[in-house]
């Protein structure tokens, strides 16, 4: 009977992680601090840092086998004058691509859930593989160990912009600038622990969001401070899950009661994650789509005419981890429902009408998109910026149309019925609401 018991605590525990990590997930609240561990698919291993150190221990003909870069440099072979040239070199080496990104990684990131991305590792692999999902969008961002010369977000908006941030430097020629030995990991470990040097903005930032840590594979009291450096405060939530082969068991402990879900399986938490959360979509979808909701980035108003233009609309814009409003079902005519909708645009960030022909043809009969259009019309009148974003089908002409005034005071943006491509309206919706 205790054994059974036992048996079911622990799962009762698996299941309220898991549940945790989805909601958070759903959210669009989860940073992953990344580390050498999940970068590579390589004949030789998946750590390109152990990859380097091997290589360096051959050429220099090293009898020992080093497992640091510590342990390499200070080996009695390794010519004690060329011990600071190890800066240098790596940033020659890493003048062009030496790995490409692990499938692992790259299936985490093409997921589009996580446009803010952290690695411990000094190598641009990270950045590879962002840059391969974000394209040109991409910031790159470093703590340096320089206080004037360290990263920081500005405000918390921008922990939604497609970002990759050094939390341990990137690979350069100049030296201390990022993370070789075990030396430069207790000077960066000083710096990111003062309440001066470290990036306040960010850290502030991170206090609220659930850290994802991946293939840091850190021992005991590293992968302490790394969470203490992060989160500033042990007993935060939401908390967050570690995916290492873990085998301290005074690690593990530590994380059981900081509330920190362990796993050592990357792939399967992986294929657990999309599992959950596809059950998750699929059963909230109807709810979802009927029922407005507050405090969206985006509000979609549309005919139920244009239904597949403004779905496409939607996807586009929920890929991008915008939170939008988007009714795919027919609008009643009651008054609770419409007050309900009158609240969604009301508190909305941005307001997008969808205007195409079938707008025009549809002038002389009663559609509940026209007082939407009134309701974020009067809503536009009390902001001193952006709020309406017209977009119209290609051909539509927008400025001689029935469209109200208020909605043609503003500029318009064109797409094709043939391609349905939204990315500049949706580029510039992004940048209206990083400016917010």
């Avoid at 590293?222 to 500033?232: D, G, H, M, P």
């Avoid at 399986?265 to 959360?277: F, I």
């Avoid at 029922?291 to 586009?316: H, M, W």
């Avoid at 026209?370 to 910026?385: I, L, P």
Wanted: proline residues 5%.
């Amino acid at each position: 009977m205790p054994i059974f018991t036992k048996i079911k605590k622990s799962d009762t525990e698996n299941t309220r992680h898991w549940d945790r990590l989805v909601t958070q997930l759903a959210e669009r609240n989860v940073i992953p601090v990344i580390g050498p561990e999940w970068l590579v698919d390589d004949a030789r291993g998946t750590n390109p840092h152990r990859i380097l150190i091997d290589d360096l221990a051959e050429a220099y003909e090293l009898q020992s086998h080093p497992t640091t870069f510590s342990e390499l440099l200070y080996d009695r072979d390794f010519p004690a004058d060329e011990r600071k040239n190890i800066y240098a070199m790596l940033g020659e080496a890493f003048s062009q691509p030496l790995f490409q990104p692990s499938q692992l990684l790259l299936r985490l990131l093409q997921t589009k859930r996580f446009p803010f991305v952290i690695t411990t590792s000094f190598t641009p692999i990270v950045e590879q593989a962002m840059r391969q999902v974000w394209g040109d969008s991409l910031r790159v961002m470093t703590f340096c160990n320089d206080p004037s010369h360290n990263d920081d977000i500005k405000k918390r908006s921008e922990i939604d912009i497609p970002t990759v941030y050094y939390m341990m430097g990137r690979v350069c020629a100049s030296e201390r600038k990022y993370v070789v030995t075990d030396y430069d990991m207790l000077c960066f470990c000083r710096s990111w622990l003062s309440s001066v040097e470290r990036p306040q903005n960010l850290t502030a930032e991170l206090q609220d969001k659930y850290l994802l840590l991946l293939g840091n594979n850190y021992g005991d009291w590293l992968s302490r401070f790394v969470w203490f450096a992060l989160k500033q405060r042990l007993e935060s939530q939401p908390v967050g899950l570690v995916v290492d082969s873990l085998s301290d068991d005074s690690l593990l402990q530590f994380m059981r009661r900081i509330d920190v879900f362990a796993q050592s399986n990357p792939g399967a938490v992986l294929d657990k994650m999309d599992q959950l959360l596809t059950e998750r979509e699929e059963a909230m979808a109807d709810a979802r789509f009927s029922k407005p909701k507050k405090g969206t980035d985006v509000f979609i108003s549309y005919s139920r005419a244009d239904a597949d233009v403004a779905l496409q609309l939607y996807n586009q814009l929920t890929e991008r981890g915008l939170n939008v409003w988007f009714d795919r079902n027919s609008l009643g005519y009651g008054t609770d429902f419409m007050s309900e909708i009158i609240e969604a645009i009301r508190t909305t960030k941005l307001f997008v009408p969808l205007l195409t022909h079938n707008i025009e043809a549809q002038k002389n009969e009663y559609h509940p998109y026209r007082t939407e259009w009134q309701t974020a019309a009067e809503r536009a009148m009390g902001y001193g910026r952006t709020f309406i974003m017209p977009v119209c089908e290609q051909g539509f002409d927008f400025y001689g149309s029935n469209v109200p005034d208020a909605l043609k005071s503003h500029n318009a943006f064109t797409y094709q019925q043939q391609q349905l491509q939204f990315a500049p309206l949706i580029d510039e919706i992004q940048k209206q609401l990083y400016s917010l």
